[in-house]
């Protein structure tokens, strides 16, 4: 399927109109008495998504007060032969994995078996020197500075090809030296969950997989809960998709709709290789928040605790999980490929699960959106959901009189660097708005002045908008606040030839 702008993109249009006014699976439960969504309501704003982010399949289910109130199913799990999606349709969920890793080695810690502060050399043996500090926290909450193991797999599928196999691709890794000093940056790192998949098998004697089966999936009755990637023949399982605009190193000229293939190698499957159901999923919060998993409320308090840097400052990450801090409505989220989203309010009781086939649908953008239905206030609690929904009503060129207008009449609005940066690179690698994408790092240099990394974003997304000057301009600005700042100097170097 293909698409571009005009008459193309009116015939795609045309079959999403139909495909989520005629597919809407599944059961929808009646909400509890006090909430504020009425069923239509939501799922018109469901079908709505669908449309605008144009997703082939969608799951979501909610949970509200330790039950399932709502489960949905939209669209197609198979675009190919019109295979509608069910709730019993498999999907990848990719880094979502990370969450049932952390919850994992916090059964470890309640048993005694280890330690959070405790260094990794404590318990794996034959590391380099430079990691044996490193400790379980900072493995979880990505500030270990170790090199990300990615960059030695297949760009494309992170499959193994070139590189021989999983042992010496570990083996490799290890001769590279450190990214940055541990502790003092963030950097998403797959490193970081695959020694922590030895740790499990270390103390279990068994493989992580059969673990995660034993003591979570099992416990919790989760029977479309698997291992697995595109190799794997899995009954129930969707299929993926990606838009492409280059295709073999060639610009297509137009978007193009296609299947997408990814390997996820067994090293790796503790930070990005389960698929699962939204049903499945939601069920497994309410027995993590009912005590079926981690013993303790205190332990469940520590998964959802940020680490720290060496200065003190609050991490993005929990243990395994990111953690969005707010004046109230705290959200505790994990998200995955691009295609699925995991959300839990806590002091809402209240959670939200969306699973796409789509890779760039992006649903933790509109998770907010969607339990502002089961409690108004929650999306404007949070700054980039209320910022992206007054830019997208009145355009991105206006972002910053309306950015200037939100903090002015709300006190809470106090969007963070991360945050902005964040959504700033979706619109940008993942969505393919880099007009969109430059006027939210715009926002941030004003916001942040004395950012580097701001700037160094800035610099990107200028030269994805051919301003090649000025994101030199910008570049060398980011590497004289942080003269070891490499990206900068290689962009310039690159940029210079």
């Not at 199913?73 to 190919?80: E, I, R, T, W």
């Not at 709730?87 to 309640?110: D, H, W, Y």
């Not at 999980?321 to 209240?350: F, N, Q």
């Not at 908008?465 to 900068?488: C, F």
Request: hydrophobic residues 40%; positive net charge; charged residues 20%.
């Amino acid at each position: 399927m293909r698409v571009q702008r005009g008459q193309t993109w009116a015939v795609l249009a045309a079959y999403f109109i139909v495909l989520v006014n005629s597919l809407g699976f599944g059961q929808q439960r009646p909400a509890k008495e006090g909430t504020h969504q009425t069923p239509s309501e939501v799922d018109a704003f469901l079908r709505k998504k669908l449309s605008e982010r144009r997703i082939t399949g969608l799951q979501v289910t909610v949970v509200q007060q330790g039950k399932i109130v709502l489960s949905k199913s939209y669209g197609m799990a198979n675009v190919q032969d019109g295979v509608p999606v069910t709730n019993r349709s498999i999907f990848p969920i990719n880094s979502c994995t990370k969450a049932f890793t952390g919850v994992a080695i916090m059964q470890l810690v309640e048993e005694g078996k280890i330690d959070l502060s405790a260094p990794v050399s404590r318990y794996l043996d034959s590391l380099p020197q430079a990691w044996r500090p490193v400790t379980i926290r900072q493995l979880l909450t990505h500030v270990s500075g170790l090199p990300d193991i990615n960059q030695l797999l297949n760009p494309g599928t992170y499959g193994l090809e070139g590189v021989g196999t999983e042992e010496a691709a570990f083996a490799k890794i290890q001769t590279f030296p450190m990214d940055f000093p541990t502790g003092t940056q963030f950097s998403y790192n797959q490193t970081n969950y695959l020694l922590l998949g030895k740790i499990i098998d270390k103390f279990r004697g068994k493989p992580f997989a059969q673990v995660f089966k034993e003591r979570q999936f099992d416990v919790v009755g989760m029977p479309g809960t698997v291992f697995g990637d595109s190799r794997d023949v899995i009954p129930g399982m969707v299929q993926s998709y990606r838009y492409v605009t280059r295709l073999d190193g060639k610009p297509l000229g137009e978007e193009k709709l296609i299947t997408n293939y990814a390997e996820f190698p067994p090293m790796r499957r503790t930070a990005s290789g389960m698929n699962s159901t939204a049903e499945d999923m939601a069920r497994w919060i309410i027995a993590l928040q009912q005590g079926k998993l981690l013993k303790t409320k205190e332990a469940l308090k520590t998964l959802w605790t940020p680490g720290s840097y060496n200065n003190g400052s609050p991490t993005q990450w929990a243990l395994g999980w990111t953690v969005k801090p707010r004046p109230k409505h705290d959200a505790i989220l994990i998200t995955g490929g691009g295609r699925s989203a995991m959300c839990v309010y806590p002091e809402d009781e209240l959670a939200i699960v969306v699973l796409t086939n789509l890779a760039g649908s992006y649903p933790e953008e509109f998770v907010d959106e969607l339990a502002g239905f089961f409690n108004p206030a929650i999306p404007l609690s949070d700054p980039i959901t209320a910022l992206r929904m007054q830019l997208e009503k009145q355009g991105f060129d206006q972002a910053s009189a309306i950015f200037a207008e939100l903090k002015r009449t709300n006190p809470g609005f106090q969007p963070t660097e991360t945050d902005l940066n964040d959504w700033g690179y979706r619109l940008l690698n993942g969505q393919g708005k880099p007009k969109e994408a430059l006027a939210v790092f715009k926002l941030i240099v004003k916001q942040y002045p004395d950012s580097w990394n701001a700037y160094d974003s800035l610099g990107e997304a200028l030269l994805k908008n051919g301003r090649k000057e000025e994101a030199i301009s910008m570049y060398q600005k980011s590497v004289t606040l942080n003269p070891d700042n490499q990206n900068g100097k290689k962009m310039l170097e690159w940029i210079a030839k």
